[in-house]
């Protein structure tokens, strides 16, 4: 079966700092990696995903599959990107997706 | 595209009494999720269907919740009777499949009181 934890509930940064959100996944084969984030009452929306490789809005992600690890860092934090972020894993024919907790990130002025 | 569309988008109900959401995904998407989000629990996939057959409704909490997807354009969450647990946001999500993203509705926020 597959999991995802993302370990810190709530993370708390000032804009410009660097931020770092984590998490791990297990899966014993080869995972499709995901993140969505969710403005304040909105949808989820995708951010990035890993076989794409892009950056998005500063954000980037690297799959780490010794460390079965897909932590989304970004160099200079922005008001605008609080919100809640999920990492979310794909592992079935379907799509269907396994989310984590969630990390609710907040970036004070 | 207008997206994956739900219905309603707040609902305010009764204990007991029987609450319908409705999902239109997008046009062309074969697969259907529906996933309900609360503080406690996060996310969690209910049921989900494949061109409109069940695939898996292991995450269905109870008898009192049933998904049906009779079309290609439209599926239900039904919860009856419905009770103050229930409540929470409901989302509809459609993909086109395996390595297609999925896209999420916005929700449909659910009071039972």
């Known amino acids: 079966a597959q999991r995802v934890t993302q370990p810190e509930k709530l993370l708390s940064v000032f804009k410009g700092a660097p931020v770092e959100l984590k998490c791990n996944y297990s899966y014993s084969g080869s995972p499709e990696l995901f993140w969505y984030v969710q403005y304040s009452r909105q949808r989820l929306q995708l951010l990035l995903r890993?076989?794409s490789r892009e950056s998005i809005k500063g954000f980037t992600a690297d799959l780490n599959k010794g460390e079965t690890s897909f932590h989304l860092k970004k160099p200079f934090a922005q008001e605008e990107d609080s919100a809640m972020y999920y990492c979310?894993?794909?592992?079935?024919?379907?799509?269907?997706?396994?989310f984590g907790q969630g990390t609710i990130l907040t970036v004070h002025p | 595209d207008a997206g994956v569309i739900q219905s309603p988008r707040h609902e305010v109900t009764e204990m007991g009494q029987e609450v319908t959401l409705r999902c239109k995904p997008i046009s062309g998407h074969n697969s259907l999720f529906w996933y309900r989000q609360t503080m406690m629990r996060g996310l969690e996939l209910l049921i989900y269907?494949?061109?409109?057959?069940?695939?898996?409704d292991s995450g269905m909490p109870e008898d009192r919740f049933s998904a049906k997807m009779p079309n290609a354009s439209f599926s239900t969450l039904k919860i009856q009777p419905s009770e103050p647990r229930d409540s929470a946001v409901y989302f509809c999500a459609t993909s086109g499949g395996s390595g297609n993203t999925i896209y999420f509705g916005e929700g449909s926020w659910l009071t039972v009181v």
């Open positions: 890993h076989i």
């Open positions: 269907f494949n061109n409109n057959v069940p695939i898996d």
């Open positions: 979310a894993l794909s592992a079935t024919s379907y799509g269907k997706l396994t």
